[in-house]
């Protein structure tokens, strides 16, 4: 069931319509930890069991932790468990790939097929068990909770990653959503499916059409790289925004994951507007365990370069994913170095396109089905001869509307507003919202989520 | 001050409500519709309609004809024997279309029943086979339709769909039609300029233009067929092309009747005959020319087909079957399937000599 499938909707408004029906609170948690796995199934339901596995070995490790002296013995287990999984069904291919030829081994691939969700759910459980190793989170004593934790639909399959405090303050003291939540997420769903289905997959074609084999020119290789970096915004935000709008409407607060991030005016900024709640787990538990900046500028360089380079392959087993990840700490480890990581307020909007560009480069390596065809589209980029753009006038025209709409809502803040102020605005937003919805968007075929692969 | 749970979900209510009504006030008044691209499907449903509605204000003793692109017959010329057979022929068929779409079109043109002396509608054959295209699951439906549809329409139209995907599709385009109109829209935004032209042009001339169309004259002379070898022999520069479509019209093995079909057209033609059930327009099926080559006899297969059982209801006709047998040759056909300007010609007229033969004079 795709987020923006007729399906979903119809399974959504029922899980709604029974949640404000029960009037028994543990009932309607039982209700959502059913419709989770309900919704879990409905991809694989073979998949519920090893969700099920892991589910239970950290909420036991949890309790362990909490109750034993030798609390790394279960702090151990229980990453074992989760990143052993992650690698056994996400890594096994790639690392046969690398070490066979090593060896002096043929490449025999195994037919794995990758849980969906998987690397959002562990992480999440990771940051849980670490939490309560260091003492900053209470293990939960009820399984149903934590289950709900780990399995809770609207983010189990591509985030955010919640961390265990912000969702069981939510949901150990349950308040009735206000007014200005439920508003907020009816609004935050709209405009998810809107940048989903009307421009991250308008966008999906022209970049579809490209990587998939990509033709000489330099306007062709931009046109078509820049039709990705729009996608890939788009479709990702446009899934969180769903996911917290739906969040809001069930009384749960699930944290900003997008900040406009093209709009930042340095990688670092754009790590802290991106996939925020990758960036500050990947911050929380790897960057400052391995010492962070706090052991001079050479060790901090390796840092960011260690953490990105796994943050890349967190995203997917491929060399192209470790090159991208690679590429972002080495920038973010020379910009550091030069003392650019930190805004600047007369020279943003140079700095702001130089960083859009190196971002755009980045995606390449994230896009390309191999690096053969990375290095075709980056000489292309550089050198290739002029060729034609891809992208029609009305699909500027859409990049052109949402940079407005992204810099008036920097500035403004718009959406809370519109959440907090006057039905005759809201309704009227609502409406035109709808109706780019339904002029745009790509309604014949449910292009999937790209972080629905990871 | 703090908006309520009640409030907002009013608010909700009231903002999707919205959505309908914005669409609504571009999509259901018309608005959109004057300036829709005449080159489409939608935009030839919508322009035939405002063509043929307002021809009913200018004559009277009206007959309206529907069919495919086969129906190549020619209202200009069919009129020039209107002192004989006492009517004026109108054509509200479009290519490509087929019963369900003409029912949606003819029940907006005579809401009342009682504008027409006659509905004349062409077709291919009178049997119940399968034909090469699904007619009940076609996306394009939906596209001649989407002018015509009202909210009352929606299920009814979206059932008759078979598959679930296109019963969706017609659901939420029937509630939502800027989604049904999008294509149109982007080319619209595209090309501005062009499309207020082309738009202005048509609105006032695209009537006259249907009217005084005349067809190609390029013809199939010069193609033969060895009926027991079943050998066609081309002329010289004849379009390679040909020879597939003749395999697939011509010389195609007898369909499969699976009842889809005869449903289909059961249920729509059914419609359209009730719909002037008490009134006293008549109802005639024709059988159009088959194609440029055909055998000198004609194959009953079901003698219940849904068109004869139809046949037999009052105020119902049945054309002759081979009655346009003559016409049934490679000089009067452009490609296999369609006449060329001479058989358009020769068509209309033996059209109007069939319909004044079967109905009688105007009453």
């Known amino acids: ?454 | 001050m703090p908006t309520t749970r009640r409030a907002a979900v009013v608010t909700i209510l009231a903002s999707l409500a919205s959505v309908f009504l914005l669409d609504a006030a571009i999509f259901r008044t018309g608005i959109y519709m004057r300036w829709v691209e005449a080159d489409s499907s939608t935009g030839l449903t919508e322009y035939r309609f405002r063509a043929e509605r307002d021809r009913q204000r200018q004559a009277g003793n009206l007959v309206l004809t529907f069919g495919d692109s086969r129906m190549a017959y020619l209202p200009r010329v069919a009129n020039q024997y209107t002192s004989k057979s006492g009517y004026v022929f109108r054509h509200a068929g479009t290519a490509g279309s087929s019963a369900r779409d003409w029912y949606y079109l003819m029940r907006d043109l005579d809401p009342r029943a009682n504008r027409y002396q006659a509905i004349v509608i062409g077709l291919d054959d009178l049997e119940d086979e399968d034909s090469l295209v699904s007619r009940q699951d076609d996306p394009r439906s939906l596209h001649y339709n989407i002018g015509r549809l009202a909210l009352t329409d929606l299920w009814d139209f979206a059932i008759s769909h078979p598959s679930p995907a296109y019963q969706w599709a017609a659901i939420r385009g029937g509630i939502l039609k800027g989604i049904v109109m999008q294509e149109d829209f982007h080319h619209l935004l595209l090309h501005p300029k062009a499309r207020i032209r082309s738009a202005n042009l048509n609105w006032t001339g695209w009537a006259g233009w249907a009217y005084d169309y005349d067809d190609e004259e390029r013809s199939l002379a010069g193609l033969s067929i060895d009926w027991k070898t079943r050998q066609l022999s081309f002329s010289p520069g004849m379009d390679p092309g040909y020879r597939k479509m003749f395999q697939e019209t011509l010389l195609r093995k007898p369909a499969l009747a699976t009842g889809l079909r005869g449903d289909y057209q059961r249920h729509w033609f059914g419609r359209m005959a009730n719909h002037y059930r008490n009134s006293a327009t008549r109802f005639v099926f024709v059988r159009l020319p088959r194609g440029p080559l055909s055998p000198r006899t004609d194959v009953l297969l079901n003698p219940n087909s849904s068109i004869r059982q139809l046949a037999k209801q009052p105020r119902v006709f049945l054309g002759t079957p081979l009655r346009y047998m003559e016409l049934e040759r490679p000089d009067y056909f452009k490609d296999p399937l369609h006449l060329n300007r001479a058989g358009a010609h020769a068509f209309s007229k033996m059209l109007v000599d069939e319909v004044r033969e079967l109905i009688g004079p105007p009453h």
């Open chain 1, 1 to 454: 069931m795709l987020f923006n499938t007729a399906p979903f909707f119809a399974f959504f408004a029922v899980v709604l319509l029974l949640f404000y029906a029960i009037p028994w609170w543990p009932a309607r948690k039982w209700l959502l930890l059913a419709a989770s796995y309900y919704f879990y199934a409905s991809w694989n339901p073979k998949f519920l069991a090893l969700l099920g596995s892991l589910t239970l070995v950290d909420y036991f490790c949890a309790l362990w932790i909490e109750r034993s002296r030798r609390p790394k013995l279960a702090l151990i287990l229980s990453l074992a468990a989760n990143l052993g999984f992650l690698g056994f069904f996400k890594y096994t291919n790639f690392l046969i790939a690398v070490f066979a030829p090593l060896a002096g081994q043929p490449v025999r691939v195994f037919d794995i097929v990758l849980p969906l969700g998987i690397s959002f759910h562990t992480f999440q459980s990771i940051s849980y068990v670490v939490d309560v190793y260091r003492g900053q989170q209470t293990a939960i004593r009820s399984l149903p909770d934590y289950a709900l934790f780990i399995a809770f639909f609207p983010q189990l399959v591509a985030g955010p990653i919640v961390r265990a405090r912000d969702f069981f303050r939510d949901l150990l003291a349950w308040q009735p959503p206000t007014g200005e939540d439920l508003r907020l997420g009816a609004w935050l769903i709209l405009l998810g499916l809107t940048k989903k289905m009307a421009f991250a997959d308008r966008f999906a074609m022209v970049a579809d059409t490209y990587f998939n084999s990509p033709t000489p020119g330099q306007l062709t290789a931009i046109t078509g790289t820049l039709a990705f970096g729009l996608q890939i915004f788009f479709d990702f935000s446009g899934y969180t925004d769903m996911a917290i709008g739906m969040a809001k409407l069930l009384g749960f607060h699930f944290p900003e994951n997008f900040r406009r991030p093209y709009l930042a005016s340095s990688i670092t900024e754009f790590w802290r507007r991106w996939h925020i709640s990758l960036s500050s787990w990947l911050r929380d538990y790897l960057y400052i365990p391995l010492g962070g900046s706090r052991h001079g500028a050479w060790r901090t360089y390796f840092n960011l370069l260690i953490t990105m380079l796994l943050g890349g392959l967190w995203h997917g087993a491929s060399w192209n994913f470790v090159l991208w990840g690679g590429y972002h700490g080495l920038l973010l480890g020379l910009e550091r170095a030069a003392g650019l990581s930190q805004p600047s307020r007369w020279l943003r909007i140079p700095r702001t396109i130089i960083t859009v560009a190196l971002v755009m480069l980045g995606w390449v390596f994230f896009r390309a089905s191999t690096f053969e065809a990375s290095r075709f589209v980056l000489t292309q980029i550089f050198t290739g001869e002029p060729g034609a753009g891809l992208l029609n006038r009305w699909q500027w025209g859409l990049a052109v509307l949402a940079l407005l709409v992204a810099l008036i809502e920097d500035r403004w803040q718009v959406t809370e507003r519109l959440a907090r102020g006057p039905a005759w605005i809201y309704i009227p937003a609502f409406a035109l919202m709808g109706l780019v919805l339904e002029l745009f968007g790509v309604f014949d075929q449910a292009i999937p989520f790209i972080y629905f692969q990871f």
